[in-house]
């Protein structure tokens, strides 16, 4: 069974840049027709879609936040990478990594990472 | 984009009942909805997809209906488990959205 978990700093100063790592368990990122989605949640707030990745490298980012994010993977790592420019704190949130089955559906989740964007 | 709507936000209910969660989208997405459930401190989990489709180890208990703009998850016999936060993603545009959710607690 396929496992994720995020990795990241926990505190991000503000107009910084954030990365967040996730790393695949149990599968290779490589096989079978996944993506690889990123979603993120504000304390007590829903869920908001940031953006996937396929095995190609091939993207697709949520417009609202298109300009300041950047999704890569590493597949020698079996790893997916998440990078956020210019922090506020609004995007102070839990970040989740997650498999998209063929951008239907999120199938399998990472536990969660918390982002707090402070001074 | 596809805006998705729920309601109620809450409700409350005790165990045995039959819930209802309702979820709307801004416009006709066939029958590309999924829903998940989210527990406090943990991240959410799918229960059905496409609409209708359990998810594998998901108690049948949980039960998804609807097409175009409608949408319902049933649970036909609440249990203490149960407890939750509902939400509903659309995957009808590759651009997901998810709906606001649905808290589910104890009468």
């Known amino acids: 069974q396929v496992h994720l978990q995020e990795s990241g700093p926990g505190l991000v100063k503000p107009s910084q840049t954030l990365s967040l790592t996730c790393t695949v368990s149990g599968g290779s990122i490589r096989s079978g027709n996944y993506y690889w989605s990123w979603i993120r949640q504000p304390a007590g707030k829903g869920l908001e879609w940031i953006g996937r990745i396929f095995l190609t490298g091939s993207t697709l980012y949520n417009p609202s936040l298109k300009s300041r994010v950047n999704i890569s993977l590493d597949t020698s790592k079996n790893q997916i990478y998440l990078k956020m420019t210019s922090l506020t704190a609004a995007d102070t949130a839990v970040y989740y990594c997650a498999r998209d089955r063929e951008q239907v559906f999120l199938d399998s989740w990472g536990q969660g990472a918390l982002v707090t964007v402070s001074s | 984009d596809i805006q998705m709507t729920q309601s109620p936000s809450s409700l409350s209910a005790s165990v045995g009942d039959r819930v209802t969660i309702t979820c709307r989208a801004s416009?006709?997405?066939?029958?590309?909805v999924n829903w998940y459930q989210q527990k406090p401190g943990k991240a959410p989990e799918l229960l059905i997809y496409?609409?209708?489709a359990l998810q594998s180890g998901v108690p049948s208990r949980f039960r998804g209906i609807g097409s175009g703009t409608e949408f319902t998850l049933t649970i036909t016999s609440l249990q203490p488990e149960d407890f939750a936060t509902y939400y509903c993603q659309q995957s009808f545009s590759t651009l997901f959205t998810f709906g606001p959710g649905t808290k589910v607690d104890m009468k």
């Open positions: 496409s609409a209708s």
């Open positions: 416009q006709n997405i066939n029958g590309f």
